[in-house]
């Protein structure tokens, strides 16, 4: 069973939004600190986001003030909101769950801003 399954990523235009979703199963997702990586070819997967189990948050310096992350512990569910979006936002993103050794990766989510 795969514990992290992420959702909602797809084709938008320069300027749209997308809300990123990533549910998971089979842990204790309260307890972990959720984080959302982005990959694109040739280059190493970046942090994007991180909310904590106790709720704080931190974003990378290219998506601050247009991404949100969140979490909703009563359904299992992390949530990454982009708004505002850029060509240079197009990746894999991933979810990535993560509590003292144990760390969990979902399989990916493509996002494509194109014109």
């Known amino acids: 069973q795969v514990p992290l399954v992420e959702s909602g990523g797809g084709l938008v235009q320069p300027g749209g939004s997308l809300r990123l979703s990533c549910a998971a199963s089979?842990?204790?997702?309260?307890?972990?600190?959720m984080n959302w990586y982005r990959q694109t070819p040739g280059k190493q997967r970046e942090l994007v986001a991180t909310?904590?189990?106790?709720?704080?948050?931190t974003y990378t310096d290219s998506v601050k003030g247009r991404f949100t992350i969140s979490r909703d512990n009563a359904k299992n569910t992390a949530y990454l909101q982009m708004n505002n979006l850029k060509l240079e936002d197009t990746a894999i993103y991933y979810c990535?769950?993560?509590?003292?050794?144990?760390?969990?990766w979902g399989q990916g989510t493509q996002v494509t801003v194109s014109s």
């Open positions: 909310i904590t189990r106790g709720g704080a948050t």
């Open positions: 089979g842990i204790i997702f309260s307890i972990y600190d």
């Open positions: 990535n769950a993560n509590f003292v050794q144990n760390s969990h």
